[in-house]
């Protein structure tokens, strides 16, 4: 059965914007990114974004993105920024307009190293240990991305992204996602 639309969801830097794009490209999709779509309306990367307003008024705009991107026309795949899943301002209609969702997960140990390769994200400079305190969130962030999605895919980081894109396909089909 297929869907018009794959919704992509996963702690900071699990893989959702590469295996997206990929999938997205072998299946004939349309392919969004939330953070890009956020960062190309307003100007300014998330990063900045998140510093400059807070919490709150990011995630405000990120549900607006959320809206926007899901009424879309079209097969698409949507990749969800790290902490959407726990944004309480995107409604229920959103949420069901992004259906099914996919949670991409991956071991902590790699999340660790992909999120601090680039310095410390804004969302845990406030941190005394930001190691510690991203393990907690992402520790969260699964719990509720492990209630809100309709299946999990376990991603094997050692695969090169096109083979990675090739057994996620696999997966979406055996899943009837595809």
Known sequence: ????????????HCGKSTLGRLAAERCGFAFFDADAELERLHGKGTRELFRELGEEQFRRMESEVLSLISGYPG????????????????????????????????????ACERVFANGVPAYLEKYSDPVAALRDINSERRAQMKKKC?????AAPELSPEDQAERFIEFLEKEGIL
């Open 1 to 12: 059965m297929e869907k018009s639309v794959i919704t992509l969801a996963g702690v900071k």
């Open 75 to 110: 097969h698409k795949v949507i990749s969800l920024g790290g902490g959407a899943v726990t944004n309480a301002f995107v409604t229920p209609e959103t949420w069901n307009a992004l259906h099914p969702l996919v949670m991409i997960d991956i071991p902590e140990e790699t």
């Open 150 to 154: 309709d299946a999990i895919y376990n």
